[in-house]
Structure formats: structure tokens, C-alpha cells
């Protein structure tokens, strides 16, 4: 067998744009033909898809999975909203969120796992996609929650189909009440994450480094009064309590009634269940939040082009 050597394989990702990994694999398989190995990257798709990875991937869809005390929520990212309502890859969605479901949600080694029905890797499966639908397709994110006694809650905004959509959510409710009981109090919640989008559970969960940087914009806001420092203290403290009702779970006003507090529904919930429920976590994944998505003037591009070949 031919040694394959680094300068080659920097040749091969300078002629491909393909991965090192990949082009190390494809010289040990073609015994250090380049172009041999270029075919090789050709044929299984992976040349195809590096010319596409620097393009932005902003779209695609959100997919959970669920059982009785865990549910999986990911994120599959694509270039339009056309590939979401493809049905290859509302399939691999689905999948992954199974994976995640059954194998837990750290991405990297979610992508070595075998992707179900198939001779690849989660990877390869999705570059095999990104080659056959012709867009850049990234698997971005993955949170699994699970309960040991009570229930996870799932709900999706807008779904396009079961399990699939742009903003999902799920909620885990800690409880010895039977599941159905929190069935329903679960999927309310859920709906007011998706619509509220709180950042913590409890008062005493928010980051401390959050926190801090909230107090003291704050305490420059009311120094402005010009008032006595024993006032601006209890002007702060007032206007924190704005801010919890704005960023944690429980404090915020509860969208489904838009008169009590989350809390107080929690405690309603736990009177008719028949035990004590407590909110152990929860998740919330807006598709594409986060990514800057690139905006571009085509006729602006085009006339830039022409000057610069004139």
C-alpha cells in the first residue's frame, strides 16, 4: 500500500474541499491515487458537500422525541424552508431525535453513532443528504431531559408535521402523580415556554454573572433621580422584580390565562394531581436563533463584479 503522506492529502482537500479525515480515508482506499481518490470523495458525496459548507444554514427544522419520563429535543439546520417539507429529511430528523432520546445529546458523539437502516454514521448520512438535495445541512444542537417519577412534556409551534416544526419545546415536570394527570398542565407549560421564552426555572437559578450586570444597569438608571443611595437601593430592588417576571419560569405572567402567575398554576396542577409538581427543567429551541443569516443585494453583487473586471 502507498503511503499516504500529509502533502497529499493537503493536495486532495485543495482539489475537493472534502475533510481530512476523508481524504485520508479515500487515498487508503484508492492506495494513494489522487485522482482515483478524488472519484472516490465524488462518488460518496463528500466533495460535493464541502463545496456547499460555507454557505448559511439558518432553516431546516426542529424535532423532539419522547417516552414515558424523557423526551429529546434537536435541531437540523438547511438553507430554505423548502428542505423542511422534504421528506428525507424530515426523516432524519425524526431519527436523530430518537438517537438523542435512547443515546444522550452530546452532538460529536452523536454523529459517530450508525444511523438507523443504513451502513453510515449519523454524519455520513447527513453529508449523503446535503450531496442529494444539493443545500449545506448542519446538525446543530441536541438536549435530552429526563425525570425519574413524573413526566416530560413536548409541543411544537406551528408543526409542520408530528414531532416536526420551527420552535419546540419541552418541559420536565417532577412528580409521583400519575402521568396522565400531568399530561395536560405539561403541555400548557410547554406552550407558554414557546411563547414566553423564560431563560430559568427559579429566582434562585438565574446566573449570578446575569444578575450582576442587570443590577448594576439598573442602579445607573436610578442614580439618574438623583434620590438618596437607601432609595436607589429599594428602587433596584423594585425594578429586579420586573426583570425576574421577565426571565424566570415561575415568576412570569402565565400566557394560557394571562392572569396568574406560573407558580400558581404549578400549584393547581399539584392539587388536582394529587401531589407535588415541580418543574425539573426545561428546553426551548427557536430554529435558526442565533445565526446570522447573511442578507445580500444580488444586483449590488453583480454590478461590484462588473467593476472589478472592467
Known amino acids: 500500500m502507498a503511503e499516504v503522506t500529509a502533502a497529499l492529502v493537503k493536495e486532495l482537500r485543495e482539489k475537493t474541499g472534502a475533510g481530512m479525515m476523508d481524504c485520508k480515508r479515500a487515498l487508503a482506499e484508492t492506495n494513494g491515487d489522487l485522482e482515483a481518490a478524488v472519484d472516490w470523495l465524488r462518488k460518496k458525496g463528500f466533495a460535493a458537500a464541502a ?168 442602579r445607573e438608571q436610578a442614580k439618574a433621580s438623583g434620590k438618596p443611595d437607601a432609595i436607589i437601593d429599594k428602587m433596584v430592588e423594585g425594578r429586579l422584580k420586573k426583570f425576574y417576571e421577565d426571565v424566570v419560569l415561575l415568576e412570569q405572567l402565565y400566557v394560557i390565562d394571562g392572569e396568574s402567575r406560573v407558580v400558581a398554576v404549578l400549584d393547581h396542577a399539584a392539587k388536582d394531581a394529587g401531589a407535588p409538581v415541580h418543574v425539573a427543567g426545561f428546553v426551548r429551541f427557536a430554529l435558526g436563533e442565533g445565526i446570522e443569516k447573511v442578507e445580500t443585494d444580488f444586483a449590488a453583487e453583480v454590478a461590484a463584479t462588473a467593476k472589478v473586471t472592467r
Open 51 to 218: 463545496k456547499k459548507a460555507g454557505r448559511v444554514a439558518s432553516e431546516g427544522l426542529v424535532g423532539f422525541a419522547v417516552d414515558a419520563h424523557a423526551g429529546a429535543l434537536v435541531e437540523v439546520n438547511a438553507e430554505t424552508d423548502f428542505v423542511g417539507r422534504n421528506e428525507s429529511f424530515q426523516n432524519f430528523v425524526r431519527a436523530v431525535a430518537k438517537l438523542v432520546l435512547a443515546q444522550g445529546d452530546d452532538v460529536e458523539k452523536l454523529k459517530a453513532l450508525p444511523f438507523p437502516g443504513s451502513s453510515r454514521s449519523v454524519a455520513e448520512e447527513l453529508t449523503h443528504m446535503i450531496s442529494t438535495i444539493g443545500e449545506n445541512m448542519s446538525l446543530r444542537r441536541a438536549k435530552r431531559l429526563a425525570v425519574k417519577s413524573g413526566h416530560v412534556a413536548p409541543y411544537m409551534h406551528a408543526a409542520l408535521a408530528p414531532g416536526l416544526g420551527k420552535i419546540g419545546v419541552l418541559v420536565a415536570l417532577e412528580s409521583n402523580a400519575s402521568p396522565d394527570k400531568l399530561t395536560a398542565p405539561g403541555r400548557n407549560l410547554a406552550m407558554h415556554v414557546a411563547a414566553a421564552n423564560p431563560r430559568y426555572v427559579t429566582s434562585a437559578s438565574v446566573d449570578s454573572v446575569h444578575l450582576e450586570r442587570e443590577r448594576g444597569i439598573l
